[in-house]
């Protein structure tokens, strides 16, 4: 999440401007989607893996669907609603407003870029949550008590799905089709590989990291470097080139370049996690109180930051607002990248602490059985009761 809103307010004040630093910010919005897609495939599929090797029966379909429903659904139509009558983003109130409550509006290019922009992500998420069920149940009636099978099917598919990027990059297929689960599955499938493996190496060694995984700060010394790699491989230009990249040819080996890079560093970045939570330094940062409390709000913080990046950096009347993400390029921004950062944080804070109390709150405890009087207090404590993601 903070990854994400790093990149759009570094797009918003102008800090990607073709140097190192701005590629850095450029990379940061580029991973953020994407580790997140491998974490919630991880989360996600980790029951039924744990569910079919113990002989158990599989997780109910109904009882995943409903708390998917409510884990996901009521906040974004809430943010979507207000956000649609103040500021007024774009599309919302018109004949496709079908396509953005019913997370479709990544299937349409006049779609695709308005309404809440980054909700690109719900709708790969949302066909992901409704595939999920049927892969499961396919693995276990091929796949039961062979992970090593399923590992090397995930592994193919995934890079299928590199194909269909690098299809799109190079304009043999639509860069919408890119952008779908046909294209963004690679990265759900190294999660889903994850979660194979941390099940069929669980009681062998004794829940601790398999004999193959490298310590942590090794595993972080090769994310940096895949990161540097991916600075170096970004599109030269700043924010114009970035945002032109979509409909550009690229050479092919940039386009496997920094496909590979991003597997590398998002297996690197999420495997200490995956098989050895209680070590590395990262690991006792990340559990901080404010930053796993960010956790907490981040799915609402994601609904709401880039309306809020917008309007605190716009020196315009926000009344003329429009909300279609790619407006930087046409206002002139006064703030400062570190200052509009932290005024970003900190409003986007208040106003999804708002927003999960009153929204999010009543039907996460509705998903979990409990009241939401129940699920406040220790954020680390709620963090780790509720391990869905977002």
């Known amino acids: 999440m903070l990854g994400v809103l790093t990149f759009h307010v570094a ?32 989360l996600l599929y980790r029951p039924f893996v744990a569910a079919r090797t113990a002989g158990r029966d599989a997780p109910s379909v109904r009882r995943y669907g409903r708390r998917r429903v409510l884990r996901i659904v009521p906040a974004y139509w809430f943010v979507l609603t207000v956000l649609a009558v103040f500021p007024g983003i774009v599309g919302v109130f018109s004949g496709d407003w079908w396509r953005y409550y019913g997370f479709l509006q990544l299937y349409s290019a006049r779609t695709v870029g308005e309404g809440i922009p980054v909700a690109w992500t719900l709708c790969v998420e949302v066909t992901f949550y409704l595939a999920l069920p049927l892969w499961a ?50 990265w759900f499938a190294i999660g889903m590989a994850l979660a194979v493996v941390s099940v069929a190496t669980k009681d062998r060694e004794r829940d601790r990291a398999p004999w193959f995984v490298p310590r942590p700060a090794v595993l972080w010394g090769v994310a940096l470097l895949a990161m540097a790699g991916l600075v170096a491989n970004a599109p030269s230009g700043g924010a114009a080139a970035l945002l032109a990249e979509s409909t550009a040819v690229r050479p092919w080996h940039t386009i496997i370049i920094r496909l590979v890079l991003t597997a590398v560093f998002i297996t690197a970045l999420i495997m200490p996690e995956v098989f050895d939570r209680s070590s590395g330094v990262a690991h006792r940062v990340l559990s901080t109180r404010p930053l796993v409390y960010l956790g907490v709000i981040s799915y609402s913080a994601y609904l709401w930051h880039l309306v809020i990046v917008e309007l605190l950096a716009r020196k315009s009347d926000p009344q003329h607002f429009s909300a279609s993400g790619f407006g930087v390029l046409d206002h002139i921004h006064v703030a400062r990248t570190l200052i509009l950062w932290l005024m970003t944080v900190a409003v986007t804070a208040l106003v999804a602490t708002f927003s999960y109390r009153v929204v999010e709150l009543p039907f996460l405890a509705r998903k979990e059985g409990r009241r939401p009087s129940e699920l406040l207090g220790d954020p680390r404590r709620l963090a780790a009761e509720q391990p869905d993601p977002q």
């Open 11 to 42: 797009l918003y004040s102008g800090a990607i401007n073709g140097s190192a630093l701005g590629d850095t910010f450029g990379v940061f919005g580029y991973l953020g989607p994407l580790v997140f897609f491998a974490i919630s495939g991880f």
């Open 137 to 186: 149940y396919v693995m276990g009636r091929t796949c039961r008590l062979r992970p090593r099978l399923e590992v090397a099917i995930l592994a193919g598919l995934g890079i299928a799905a590199m194909a269909v990027q690098a299809a799109a990059s190079r304009q043999a297929v639509s860069w919408l089709t890119g952008q779908t689960l046909l294209g963004e599955f690679s």
